[in-house]
């Protein structure tokens, strides 16, 4: 049985306007339908109600006290680049888009912290650090647009994890409101304190499902100044789990090792060409060495390359220079763009397992297509190399025949695969609406019922971000998110947009604020236009005439999705 949720009214709207200022919410059905879009698959039953922007803590305060009174769902949403459907609305209601709260309150480099606004995004903070030295080092591949709260509440990882450790390690305390408007401080910003149950830790992770988190204080870090990087092919996926064992029982710890399969590598190849088409085909070990003087990291560069060296890799590459590394690190950056040229939809699955079960697992993975008998769908393996896979399926959303195996898939994935290993279904992207039924293989029914008595206790209406596996255990509708073509004019839709977001801070974005302005939005408007579920109106129109055809979003996008001319074929068409 679904959740049941109150409708917001005239009288609600009214209400909610006088909290924000008219400017800053939003009911126009053609905004809400661009905040269904994100980096997961497409519902069109998800549909959120109301888009509002607050610029401070008292106004959410405010929202979230008229929201449970009434029973109306509030889903935060820092950029949507959530891979497993966090900020999606599967009940509707009210999405706190939290893009305005985006300021840095203040660098102490003395006591090495900084407090920002949850909108505060990371490569941005990251930029105003370099130059002073320092470095917040959890660095998702979404760096470039994730939100700080939005890394939070993920508690997002990166490909330095492997040495630095994922975002909990670095969060010193935060302001959260509560569903009843309470606004609470957790946690402090000394180093040590035992003073409280660890409450701010129950909200690292918590995918926005307990409170919104208004503001965040954060350890950083000294840059190391020197690192030194390498690649490593391997024939068998058993020698490179040996070579990765031996290094930790040398207490050898890269900043950076992260794994490629094969069907990856051939992938990355073909995309970027030029030396990498010389890389024989097999999987890929990536593995840096980082510190204060060079030479400590070369020493440990070298007791690290013999010990791969040792495990008989089919061939092997060092980065000389700073060029050679960013073009080795962009083999890895290349993954989903690589990937998105093969299928239309690249589905990034997240699950953890034990190093030690490493070779044996990714064969498993490697034979899902076959024994699922899959049509089309196909997988590929990225993986960080401290046991966290991401399984990436490769197939049409729009397929029949492609969703069920999907669903099959990911189904075999964690049943057959993960959990016979003991295993987790989720690493660092969350739950989301996707993986609910999956924690009962994972959690006995009393982990599951204390997590669901630890929410009711901060929301009780169950009215955060609801849908979500932690603490709410109705499982969601199937998806109906099979779509007929029906305007498809001129292949507008030949635009392989994997929806990530990277091209999201667009100069319109910036003058109007929301979703809709930015090039994904667009592209989500015109993908609601071609499947005939949006009709052309004065506000369609105006969202894609307000594109200044300036092409900076083109530069951004990983997947070489031409915008400008989809962008001007559209308009184009519009015209005739
Ligand atoms: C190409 C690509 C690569 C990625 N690589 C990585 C990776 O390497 N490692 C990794 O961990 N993730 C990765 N991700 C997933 C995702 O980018 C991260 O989880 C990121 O931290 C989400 O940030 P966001 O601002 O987009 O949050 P959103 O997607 O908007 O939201 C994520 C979740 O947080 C909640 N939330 C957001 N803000 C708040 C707030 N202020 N208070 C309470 N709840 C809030 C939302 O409700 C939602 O449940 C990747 C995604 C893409 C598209
Ligand atoms: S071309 Fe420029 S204005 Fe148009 S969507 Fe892209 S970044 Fe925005
Ligand atoms: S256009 Fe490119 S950058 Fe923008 S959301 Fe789509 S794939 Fe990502």
């Not at 030295?133 to 508690?155: L, R």
């Not at 060079?294 to 013999?306: H, I, N």
Request: a neutral charge.
């Amino acid at each position: 049985m679904q959740r049941k949720y109150n409708k917001i009214s005239e009288e609600f709207f009214e209400k909610l306007k006088e909290i924000v200022g008219e400017k800053f919410i939003f009911k126009e059905y053609e905004i809400r339908w661009t905040y269904a879009f994100g980096g997961s698959i497409f519902n069109k039953d998800w549909i959120p109600d109301l888009i509002i922007l607050p610029h401070e803590k008292r106004q959410i305060s405010e929202i979230l006290h008229f929201a449970n009174k009434n029973k109306i769902p509030v889903i935060p949403r820092g950029s949507g680049t959530s891979l497993s459907s966090g900020p999606l609305t599967p009940y509707g209601g009210i999405v706190l888009d939290l893009n305005l709260m985006n300021k840095i309150i203040e660098i102490d480099i003395e006591n090495n912290v900084v407090e920002v606004e949850p909108g505060v995004i990371c490569d941005e903070l990251n930029n105003i650090l370099r130059p002073k030295g320092y470095f917040f080092p959890p660095d998702p591949g979404s760096s470039s647009v994730a939100t700080i709260g939005g890394m939070v509440a993920n508690n997002a990882g990166g490909i330095q994890a492997f040495k630095y450790g994922v975002t909990k390690n670095y969060v010193l305390y935060l302001e959260v409101v509560l569903p009843d408007g309470q606004i609470l401080t957790l946690g402090s910003k000394v180093l040590k304190s035992v003073s409280s149950y660890n409450l701010k830790d129950l909200f690292i992770g918590s995918e926005g499902t307990l409170g919104v988190i208004t503001k965040i204080g954060l350890r950083i870090r000294p840059l190391p100044k020197h690192r030194k990087l390498g690649i490593f092919i391997f024939q068998d996926v058993e020698d490179l789990q040996d070579a990765v064992m031996e290094l930790r029982r040398q207490g050898i710890v890269p900043n950076l090792l992260e794994f490629m399969d094969k069907l990856l590598l051939k992938a990355v190849s073909e995309y970027l060409k030029g030396e990498f088409l010389d890389i024989p085909n097999g999987y890929v070990l990536l593995a840096e060495t980082d510190g204060d003087l060079m030479k400590g990291v070369d020493e440990t560069f070298a007791l690290m390359f013999d010990i791969i060296i040792q495990k008989n890799p089919i061939y092997h590459k060092i980065a000389m220079n700073d060029e050679e590394r960013e073009r080795l690190i962009l083999a890895r950056k290349a993954n989903l763009p690589a990937l998105s040229r093969i299928r239309p939809n690249t589905c990034v699955e997240d699950c953890s397992i034990q190093v030690s079960d490493f070779a044996k697992v990714i064969k498993k993975i490697e034979e899902i297509p076959q024994k699922i008998k899959a049509k089309n769908l196909l997988v590929a393996i990225i993986c960080h190399m401290e046991g966290n896979l991401h399984p990436t399926f490769l197939f049409n959303e729009n397929d029949e025949d492609d969703v069920k195996d999907f669903e099959k898939a990911i189904d075999y994935l964690y049943k057959e695969i993960i959990m016979p290993v003991g295993g987790t279904i989720t690493g660092e992207h969350g739950i989301g609406k996707i993986k609910t039924p999956y924690l009962k293989l994972e959690y006995s029914p009393g982990v599951i019922d204390l997590m669901s008595r630890i929410k009711k206790l901060f929301d009780p209406n169950m009215i955060l971000n609801p849908g979500i596996g932690k603490g709410d255990t109705v499982y969601l509708k199937k998806n109906t998110r099979i779509r007929t073509l029906k305007n498809q004019t001129g292949q507008i839709l030949e635009m392989k947009c994997m929806r990530c977001g990277f091209c999201i801070s667009c100069p319109s974005k910036i003058d109007y604020m929301i979703e809709a302005y930015s090039p994904r939005g667009r592209l989500s408007i015109l993908n609601g236009l071609v499947y005939g579920e949006l009709e052309l109106n004065d506000l369609i129109n105006n969202i894609l005439h307000t594109c200044s055809l300036c092409g900076l979003c083109q530069t951004k996008c990983p997947a070489g999705v031409k915008t400008i001319e989809i962008f001007e074929k559209a308009r184009e068409i519009i015209h005739k």
